[in-house]
Nanobody
Protein backbone atom coordinates (compact mmCIF):
# COMPACT_ATOMS: atom_id res chain seq x y z
CA UNK A 1 0.00 0.00 0.00
CA UNK A 2 1.47 3.31 -1.11
CA UNK A 3 0.67 6.49 0.77
CA UNK A 4 0.98 9.82 -0.99
CA UNK A 5 1.12 13.20 0.72
CA UNK A 6 0.90 16.38 -1.30
CA UNK A 7 2.12 19.77 -0.15
CA UNK A 8 2.86 23.19 -1.56
CA UNK A 9 -0.58 24.42 -2.54
CA UNK A 10 -1.86 27.83 -1.64
CA UNK A 11 -3.10 31.17 -2.89
CA UNK A 12 -1.10 32.94 -5.57
CA UNK A 13 -1.73 35.84 -7.92
CA UNK A 14 -2.00 35.31 -11.64
CA UNK A 15 1.47 35.16 -13.16
CA UNK A 16 2.94 33.73 -10.01
CA UNK A 17 4.60 30.39 -9.30
CA UNK A 18 4.17 27.44 -6.98
CA UNK A 19 5.94 24.14 -6.52
CA UNK A 20 3.94 21.14 -5.44
CA UNK A 21 5.57 18.16 -3.79
CA UNK A 22 4.28 14.64 -3.27
CA UNK A 23 6.06 12.41 -0.81
CA UNK A 24 5.50 8.69 -1.18
CA UNK A 25 5.85 5.97 1.42
CA UNK A 26 4.97 2.31 1.81
CA UNK A 27 6.26 1.06 -1.50
CA UNK A 28 9.21 1.03 -3.88
CA UNK A 29 8.84 4.48 -5.38
CA UNK A 30 10.83 3.76 -8.50
CA UNK A 31 8.38 0.99 -9.45
CA UNK A 32 5.64 3.54 -10.06
CA UNK A 33 4.90 5.98 -12.81
CA UNK A 34 3.79 9.20 -11.18
CA UNK A 35 1.34 11.86 -12.18
CA UNK A 36 -0.39 15.03 -11.14
CA UNK A 37 -4.09 15.43 -11.75
CA UNK A 38 -6.38 18.31 -10.94
CA UNK A 39 -10.05 18.80 -10.34
CA UNK A 40 -11.73 22.16 -10.53
CA UNK A 41 -15.19 22.78 -9.05
CA UNK A 42 -17.85 21.20 -11.21
CA UNK A 43 -15.32 19.48 -13.45
CA UNK A 44 -13.89 16.01 -13.71
CA UNK A 45 -10.45 15.12 -12.51
CA UNK A 46 -7.97 15.44 -15.36
CA UNK A 47 -4.33 14.63 -15.98
CA UNK A 48 -1.95 17.57 -15.71
CA UNK A 49 1.43 15.88 -16.06
CA UNK A 50 2.98 12.44 -15.81
CA UNK A 51 6.48 11.06 -15.50
CA UNK A 52 7.88 7.60 -16.08
CA UNK A 53 9.47 5.47 -13.40
CA UNK A 54 12.99 6.54 -14.26
CA UNK A 55 12.03 10.13 -15.02
CA UNK A 56 13.12 10.01 -18.65
CA UNK A 57 9.67 10.40 -20.16
CA UNK A 58 7.13 13.08 -19.36
CA UNK A 59 3.85 14.23 -20.83
CA UNK A 60 1.64 17.22 -20.19
CA UNK A 61 -1.87 18.43 -20.77
CA UNK A 62 -1.92 20.94 -23.60
CA UNK A 63 -3.19 23.62 -21.25
CA UNK A 64 -0.04 23.53 -19.12
CA UNK A 65 2.69 22.81 -21.66
CA UNK A 66 5.51 25.31 -21.36
CA UNK A 67 4.34 26.45 -17.91
CA UNK A 68 4.44 23.33 -15.72
CA UNK A 69 7.32 20.92 -15.20
CA UNK A 70 7.06 17.53 -13.55
CA UNK A 71 10.12 15.92 -12.03
CA UNK A 72 10.97 13.20 -9.56
CA UNK A 73 13.70 12.30 -7.13
CA UNK A 74 13.69 8.55 -6.61
CA UNK A 75 16.23 8.85 -3.81
CA UNK A 76 13.79 11.06 -1.88
CA UNK A 77 10.61 9.21 -2.94
CA UNK A 78 9.19 12.51 -4.11
CA UNK A 79 7.60 13.89 -7.24
CA UNK A 80 7.33 17.60 -7.94
CA UNK A 81 5.24 19.89 -10.07
CA UNK A 82 6.79 23.27 -10.77
CA UNK A 83 4.14 25.70 -11.94
CA UNK A 84 4.92 29.12 -13.40
CA UNK A 85 2.85 31.77 -15.14
CA UNK A 86 -0.18 30.58 -13.24
CA UNK A 87 -3.62 31.51 -14.51
CA UNK A 88 -6.97 31.70 -12.71
CA UNK A 89 -8.08 28.68 -14.71
CA UNK A 90 -5.35 26.65 -12.99
CA UNK A 91 -7.36 26.90 -9.78
CA UNK A 92 -8.14 23.37 -8.62
CA UNK A 93 -7.36 20.66 -6.14
CA UNK A 94 -4.19 18.95 -7.32
CA UNK A 95 -3.82 15.24 -6.70
CA UNK A 96 -0.73 13.07 -6.80
CA UNK A 97 -1.07 9.66 -8.45
CA UNK A 98 1.13 6.58 -8.39
CA UNK A 99 0.46 3.95 -11.03
CA UNK A 100 1.79 0.46 -11.64
CA UNK A 101 -0.16 -1.49 -14.20
CA UNK A 102 -3.82 -1.27 -13.24
CA UNK A 103 -3.07 -0.33 -9.65
CA UNK A 104 -3.48 3.31 -8.76
CA UNK A 105 -2.89 5.19 -5.54
CA UNK A 106 -4.03 8.72 -4.82
CA UNK A 107 -3.15 11.42 -2.37
CA UNK A 108 -5.78 13.55 -0.67
CA UNK A 109 -4.95 16.60 -2.72
CA UNK A 110 -3.70 20.11 -2.21
CA UNK A 111 -5.65 23.23 -3.16
CA UNK A 112 -4.18 25.74 -5.58
CA UNK A 113 -6.02 29.03 -5.93
CA UNK A 114 -4.93 31.59 -8.50
CA UNK A 115 -6.41 35.03 -8.11
CA UNK A 116 -6.84 37.42 -11.02
Amino acid sequence: QVQLLESGGGLVQAGGSLRLSCAASGGTFSNYAMGWFRQAPGKERALVAAISRGGDNTNYADSVKGRFTISRDNAKNTVYLQMVSLKPEDTAVYYCNARRGIVNYWGKGTLVTVSS
